[in-house]
Protein backbone atom coordinates (compact mmCIF):
# COMPACT_ATOMS: atom_id res chain seq x y z
CA UNK A 1 0.00 0.00 0.00
CA UNK A 2 1.39 3.42 -0.62
CA UNK A 3 2.09 5.68 2.33
CA UNK A 4 0.85 8.86 2.87
CA UNK A 5 2.15 12.04 4.87
CA UNK A 6 0.08 14.95 5.63
CA UNK A 7 1.51 18.53 6.61
CA UNK A 8 0.72 22.11 6.16
CA UNK A 9 -1.61 22.41 8.82
CA UNK A 10 -1.68 25.25 12.36
CA UNK A 11 -3.58 27.73 13.33
CA UNK A 12 -4.92 30.66 11.67
CA UNK A 13 -7.51 33.35 11.98
CA UNK A 14 -10.29 33.25 10.38
CA UNK A 15 -10.54 34.84 6.81
CA UNK A 16 -6.83 33.67 6.40
CA UNK A 17 -5.18 30.49 4.59
CA UNK A 18 -3.20 27.60 4.58
CA UNK A 19 -2.02 24.88 1.98
CA UNK A 20 -1.74 21.12 2.83
CA UNK A 21 0.33 18.77 1.65
CA UNK A 22 0.24 14.97 1.10
CA UNK A 23 3.32 13.43 0.57
CA UNK A 24 3.35 9.60 -0.99
CA UNK A 25 6.10 6.87 -0.50
CA UNK A 26 6.49 3.59 -0.94
CA UNK A 27 4.03 3.53 -4.30
CA UNK A 28 3.31 6.03 -6.91
CA UNK A 29 0.45 7.56 -6.26
CA UNK A 30 0.19 8.16 -10.61
CA UNK A 31 -2.78 5.53 -11.20
CA UNK A 32 -4.93 6.76 -7.75
CA UNK A 33 -7.75 9.29 -7.34
CA UNK A 34 -6.32 11.05 -4.38
CA UNK A 35 -8.93 12.87 -2.04
CA UNK A 36 -9.01 14.87 1.34
CA UNK A 37 -11.54 14.34 4.31
CA UNK A 38 -11.71 15.63 7.27
CA UNK A 39 -12.81 15.27 10.63
CA UNK A 40 -14.08 18.02 13.37
CA UNK A 41 -14.68 17.12 17.00
CA UNK A 42 -17.34 14.43 17.73
CA UNK A 43 -18.23 14.52 14.20
CA UNK A 44 -18.22 11.56 11.51
CA UNK A 45 -15.39 12.07 9.11
CA UNK A 46 -16.41 14.27 5.88
CA UNK A 47 -15.41 14.23 2.63
CA UNK A 48 -14.09 17.37 1.12
CA UNK A 49 -12.66 17.11 -2.44
CA UNK A 50 -11.01 14.30 -4.75
CA UNK A 51 -9.09 14.60 -7.59
CA UNK A 52 -8.82 12.27 -10.65
CA UNK A 53 -5.57 9.77 -11.47
CA UNK A 54 -4.40 12.33 -14.12
CA UNK A 55 -5.54 15.59 -12.52
CA UNK A 56 -8.13 16.54 -14.97
CA UNK A 57 -11.38 16.54 -13.14
CA UNK A 58 -12.30 17.50 -9.48
CA UNK A 59 -15.16 17.09 -6.94
CA UNK A 60 -15.91 19.16 -3.74
CA UNK A 61 -18.63 19.28 -1.23
CA UNK A 62 -20.76 22.51 -1.24
CA UNK A 63 -19.49 24.42 1.82
CA UNK A 64 -15.71 23.90 0.24
CA UNK A 65 -16.71 25.62 -3.08
CA UNK A 66 -14.91 28.24 -4.24
CA UNK A 67 -12.36 28.17 -1.39
CA UNK A 68 -10.47 25.04 -1.09
CA UNK A 69 -8.90 23.39 -4.36
CA UNK A 70 -7.15 20.40 -4.72
CA UNK A 71 -4.48 19.45 -6.79
CA UNK A 72 -1.35 16.53 -7.79
CA UNK A 73 1.77 16.45 -8.56
CA UNK A 74 2.36 12.86 -9.55
CA UNK A 75 5.84 13.67 -10.66
CA UNK A 76 6.62 14.63 -6.93
CA UNK A 77 4.33 11.72 -5.48
CA UNK A 78 2.68 14.73 -3.94
CA UNK A 79 -1.14 15.94 -3.13
CA UNK A 80 -2.50 19.57 -2.61
CA UNK A 81 -5.27 21.14 -0.64
CA UNK A 82 -5.38 25.19 -0.67
CA UNK A 83 -7.49 26.51 1.90
CA UNK A 84 -8.37 30.15 1.69
CA UNK A 85 -11.34 32.19 3.58
CA UNK A 86 -11.35 29.41 6.63
CA UNK A 87 -14.19 30.07 8.57
CA UNK A 88 -13.92 28.67 12.31
CA UNK A 89 -15.75 25.54 10.99
CA UNK A 90 -13.51 24.29 8.99
CA UNK A 91 -11.33 23.47 12.26
CA UNK A 92 -11.10 19.99 11.68
CA UNK A 93 -8.21 17.22 11.52
CA UNK A 94 -7.84 16.75 7.77
CA UNK A 95 -6.61 13.45 6.07
CA UNK A 96 -5.59 12.29 2.85
CA UNK A 97 -6.39 9.19 1.09
CA UNK A 98 -5.89 7.43 -2.14
CA UNK A 99 -8.10 5.07 -3.81
CA UNK A 100 -8.50 2.89 -7.02
CA UNK A 101 -12.03 4.77 -7.85
CA UNK A 102 -12.83 8.34 -8.27
CA UNK A 103 -15.36 8.53 -5.57
CA UNK A 104 -16.13 10.82 -2.24
CA UNK A 105 -17.01 8.00 -0.26
CA UNK A 106 -14.37 6.80 2.24
CA UNK A 107 -15.02 3.48 1.84
CA UNK A 108 -13.84 3.42 -1.49
CA UNK A 109 -10.33 4.67 -0.35
CA UNK A 110 -7.73 2.35 0.85
CA UNK A 111 -4.69 4.34 1.99
CA UNK A 112 -5.23 7.02 4.81
CA UNK A 113 -2.85 9.48 6.46
CA UNK A 114 -2.18 9.94 9.90
CA UNK A 115 -3.83 13.80 9.63
CA UNK A 116 -2.73 16.87 10.28
CA UNK A 117 -4.92 19.49 12.55
CA UNK A 118 -6.09 22.80 11.18
CA UNK A 119 -7.69 24.97 13.60
CA UNK A 120 -9.68 28.33 12.93
CA UNK A 121 -10.01 30.79 15.21
CA UNK A 122 -12.61 33.64 15.35
Known amino acids: QVQLTESGGGQVQAGGSLRLSCAAS????????MGWFRQAPGKEREFIRVINYSGGSTYYEPPVKGRFTISRDNAANMVYLQMNSLKPEDTAVYYC???????????????WGQGTQVTVSS
Open 26 to 33: RRTISSYA
Open 97 to 111: AAGNTYSARDEDFHS
